[in-house]
């Protein structure tokens, strides 16, 4: 079964170094998302990505962050310069189209800022 | 906006009974879905089973069955029979799809299922 990866599994960083993290959507989806899980938190949207731009971001999403599609593959979330509070789990999504609206999730990248 | 408020914070069921789940939402909008997550300790999101707003009959997934009522903007989750590894936080969550079709999720309630 086709499935969303998403590495690395764990990244630990200092505060104010720049990270990327990697997700591979399943390949035929066209809707990409990021979302974060802070520790113990609800699950909150940071982007949406459709037809290789950002269609919706939320107030979390600053310019800190970024998101790129590189190569028709991957799809990646940069934070430029890390902060304590950026620790989270993040976790990447893919959707197939408007008329299937099931979220694929990939098993998320635990990022510890330390 | 939407939001969605999940106001148990944490249950606990003997293996083989029947547990609630509740969950209210708040939207102005009509054409919408309604999904509830699993994330079991390994973190992952889970789809369990998905409501669409015009559809009046309420979804089941074999053990798992939702309560429905749009009126009331309620949507409960019943796991009937539950088994040790129903043990999970469950998230509901809603989609409004002309907003790209991006997830809202409550505050989630974490299910402990007792030998």
């Known amino acids: 079964e086709p499935e969303v990866t998403q590495t690395p599994s764990h990244q630990v960083t200092q505060m104010g170094q720049e990270v990327i993290l990697r997700c591979v959507p399943i390949?035929?989806?066209?809707?990409f998302y990021w979302y974060r899980q802070i520790l113990g938190q609800k699950v909150e949207f940071l982007v949406s990505?459709?037809?290789?731009?950002?269609?919706?971001k939320s107030e979390i999403f600053d310019d800190q962050f970024s998101v790129e599609r590189p190569d028709g593959s991957n799809f990646t979330l940069k934070i430029r310069s890390t902060k304590l509070e950026d620790s989270a789990m993040y976790f990447c999504?893919?959707?197939?189209?408007?008329?299937?609206?099931?979220?694929?999730f990939g098993q998320g990248t635990r990022l510890t800022v330390v | 906006a939407q939001t969605v408020t999940q106001s148990q914070p944490e249950m606990s069921v003997q293996e083989a009974e029947t547990v609630t789940l509740s969950c209210t939402y708040d939207?102005?909008?009509?054409?919408?879905?309604l999904f509830w997550y699993k994330q079991p300790p390994s973190r992952q999101m889970i789809l369990v089973i998905r409501?669409?707003?015009?559809?009046?009959q309420n979804a089941t997934e074999n053990r798992f069955s939702v309560n429905f009522q749009k009126a009331a903007k309620s949507f409960s989750l019943k796991i009937s029979d539950s088994q040790l590894g129903d043990t999970a936080m469950y998230f509901c969550a809603f989609m409004f799809k002309a907003a790209g079709n991006k997830l809202t999720f409550g505050g989630g309630t974490r299910v402990l299922v007792k030998p």
């Open positions: 390949s035929n989806h066209l809707y």
């Open positions: 939207t102005s909008e009509s054409n919408y879905y």
């Open positions: 990505f459709y037809n290789n731009e950002i269609s919706e």
């Open positions: 409501q669409e707003a015009y559809k009046q």
């Open positions: 999504a893919s959707i197939p189209g408007t008329a299937n609206t099931e979220a694929f």
